[in-house]
């Protein structure tokens, strides 16, 4: 367990314009560039993580080319992160590529009463490889997400489960999310709870 200390502001995990370098997970085809990475990177592995009680500071440090996150957890068994406050996930000229928890592999996983704002893609995300490997299965409840508005660059989701991923999504607070189709190009979704592309039979996503 990694817990912050009990005050008021929360102790800061701030992302280092500096950090080390992109690396793969076998769920994904994404570099990840993750400000905290809670489980095993590679293999079958598990690991019994709890993070609890810090602010979370990206400074909008993303690189187009790699995907920024807050929290990257993959075999998270058990996992937890609560009572955190995620901000400034942001990537340059408008990418899609930054987030705030992103959950894969043989994670079960609860994100419980934390804070996302101010994040390019998605606030909080499960996701399955849509095949052979162990999915994540999920509890997000309790949280507040909030986008940046109706927006024309990127289709943000507040939270998305899917891919095989499932679980629950219970009592969080989405707001701010939405996009404006330019009238050209693909004409993409935006959610504030988004069940994507699940495999049959499909999770339970309450």
Same mark, same amino acid.
């Given at each position: 367990?990694?817990?912050?200390?009990?005050?008021?502001?929360?102790?800061?995990?701030?992302?280092?314009?500096?950090?080390?370098?992109?690396?793969?997970?076998?769920?994904?085809?994404?570099?990840?560039?993750?400000?905290?990475?809670?489980?095993?990177?590679?293999?079958?592995?598990?690991?019994?993580?709890?993070?609890?009680?810090?602010?979370?500071?990206?400074?909008?440090?993303?690189?187009?080319?790699?995907?920024?996150?807050?929290?990257?957890?993959?075999?998270?068994?058990?996992?937890?992160?609560?009572?955190?406050?995620?901000?400034?996930?942001? !990537?340059? =000229?408008?990418?899609?590529? &930054? $987030? %705030?928890?992103?959950?894969?592999?043989?994670?079960?996983?609860? +994100?419980?009463? *934390?804070?996302?704002?101010?994040?390019?893609?998605?606030?909080?995300?499960?996701?399955?490889?849509?095949?052979?490997?162990?999915?994540?299965?999920?509890?997000?409840?309790?949280?507040?997400?909030?986008?940046?508005?109706?927006?024309?660059?990127?289709?943000?989701?507040?939270?998305?489960?899917?891919?095989?991923?499932?679980?629950?999504?219970?009592?969080?607070?989405?707001? !701010?999310? =939405?996009?404006?189709?330019? &009238? $050209? %190009?693909?004409?993409?979704?935006?959610?504030?709870?988004?069940? +994507?592309?699940? *495999?049959?039979?499909?999770?339970?996503?309450?």
């Amino acid at each position: 367990t990694i817990e912050g200390i009990a005050s008021s502001p929360k102790p800061k995990i701030i992302a280092p314009a500096v950090r080390a370098p992109a690396f793969l997970i076998a769920e994904s085809g994404r570099w990840w560039d993750p400000v905290v990475f809670i489980g095993i990177k590679a293999g079958a592995g598990t690991a019994n993580v709890t993070v609890k009680g810090f602010e979370i500071d990206g400074l909008n440090l993303g690189t187009a080319a790699n995907t920024f996150v807050a929290i990257l957890a993959r075999n998270a068994n058990p996992g937890m992160l609560r009572d955190c406050d995620i901000k400034n996930f942001h !990537n340059p =000229g408008n990418s899609a590529n &930054g $987030s %705030g928890i992103m959950i894969y592999g043989n994670s079960n996983f609860a +994100a419980r009463s *934390n804070t996302v704002s101010a994040f390019s893609k998605n606030g909080i995300t499960a996701n399955g490889d849509f095949g052979p490997a162990v999915d994540p299965i999920v509890a997000i409840d309790s949280n507040t997400v909030t986008g940046d508005g109706y927006i024309t660059t990127v289709a943000q989701n507040g939270i998305q489960v899917g891919f095989g991923a499932g679980g629950t999504v219970h009592a969080n607070t989405i707001s !701010n999310i =939405g996009w404006i189709w330019s &009238g $050209s %190009g693909t004409q993409w979704v935006s959610a504030g709870i988004l069940p +994507a592309v699940l *495999n049959t039979p499909g999770p339970s996503v309450n």
